[in-house]
C-alpha cells in the first residue's frame, strides 16, 4: 500500500491505494483543511498519513510502505518547497526530510499539478497518451506534463508554472508579486474575482444572485456561489462563466502552441464544473491556437480522477520511486 496526498492552499487530501491495482479506487480517503504555519501544516499532514496507514491496514491487514506528496508550488529533486505564492507557510521546508522523520516512512514530494498529470495519465482521462498536459484549477493554476511517457519535470523539478504566465501586464496583483498572472483570471479564485468585477463595471446587477448568495456581500462572493447561481439558471452567473471560459481557452491555446500536446486535461476542484465552461474554452482554443482548423484537434477534457488525481499521482510516484 502506499499513500499519496495533495496540499492545496485550502485543503489537504489524502488516500491509500494498492500501486499494482489497475484501478484509480482508493482503499482509504481523508480530507482535513489545511492550516497556517509551518509546525501546523507539517503536523496536518503527518497525522493524516498516521490516519490513512492505520484505516488501511485495518481494511487490507497490509501495511503502507511510502508516502507521495504533492505540493503547490516549486519543489527542488530533494523534496524541498522552493517557493509557492498560495502557501507560505512552508516555504523553504524540506518536506521530504520532516515528513520521513515523522512518519518513519520513505517519502517522495513533487508538484501537485505533476502529481496530478501523472495520475491522469497512469490511471484517468491520459492514459494512452504519451503527450499529455493537465491544468488544475484551485485556488491557483498549476500544469503538469508528460512527453513520451514520462513526466516532465526541468532541470530544477520547477516545470509546470503556466498560471503564473502573465497575459495581462495591467491586471491584478497576484500573490507572486506581480501583475495579470493566468490564475488571476482562470483559477476558482478568478472565477470570484470575475464575478465581482462584473458587478463592478455595471455587467451584473448588484442584487444579482450569486451576490445573494454570498449574503449581499460583494467582497464575499467567490467561485462556488458563481456555479450555485449558474445551475439555479442565473443568466448572469452564466455570463460570468463565458468569460471565465475564454479566460481558460486563452491560456490553454498558448500552451498548446508550446508543447504541441496530444490530449489537455482540466482537473482541480473547479473542473467539478466543468459543463458549465469547457465548451466555451474549447471554442477559444480552436480560434487561437496557432493553426485553427488546419492542426490536428486537441480534446481539451475534464480529469477522470476529479480532486483526488493529484493524490493519486503522488501515491503512484512514490511506489514508482521507492
Known sequence: MVVGLDLGGTKLLGVALDPGHQGSEAVVEGKVATPTGTDEVLEAIAGLVADLRQRAHEATGRDVRAVGLGAPGLVDRAGTFRYGPNLPGVVGVPLAAELGERSGLPVVVDNDATCA???????????????????????????????????????????????????????????????????????????????????????????????????????????????????????????????????LGLGVANLVNVLDSEIVVVGGGVSEAADLFLDRARQRVREMALGGERRPRVPLVAAKLGEQAGAVGAALLAALRT
Open 117 to 247: 498529470a501523472w495520475g491522469e495519465h497512469e490511471r484517468g482521462a491520459a492514459r494512452g497518451r504519451n503527450h499529455s498536459l493537465v491544468i488544475t484549477l484551485g485556488t491557483g493554476i498549476g500544469g503538469g506534463m508528460t512527453v513520451k511517457g514520462e513526466p516532465l519535470r526541468g532541470a530544477y523539478g520547477f516545470a509546470g508554472e503556466p498560471g503564473h504566465m502573465v497575459v495581462d501586464p495591467t491586471g491584478p496583483e497576484c500573490p507572486c508579486g506581480r501583475r495579470g498572472c493566468w490564475e488571476r483570471y482562470a483559477s476558482g479564485t478568478g472565477l470570484g474575482w470575475l464575478a465581482r468585477e462584473a458587478v463592478r463595471t455595471g455587467q451584473a446587477p448588484s442584487d444579482t444572485d450569486f451576490v445573494a448568495r454570498a449574503g449581499g456581500d460583494l467582497a464575499a462572493v467567490r467561485g462556488e456561489h458563481v456555479v450555485a447561481a449558474a445551475r439555479a439558471g442565473d443568466g448572469d452567473a452564466g455570463a460570468v462563466l463565458d468569460t471565465f471560459g475564454d479566460w
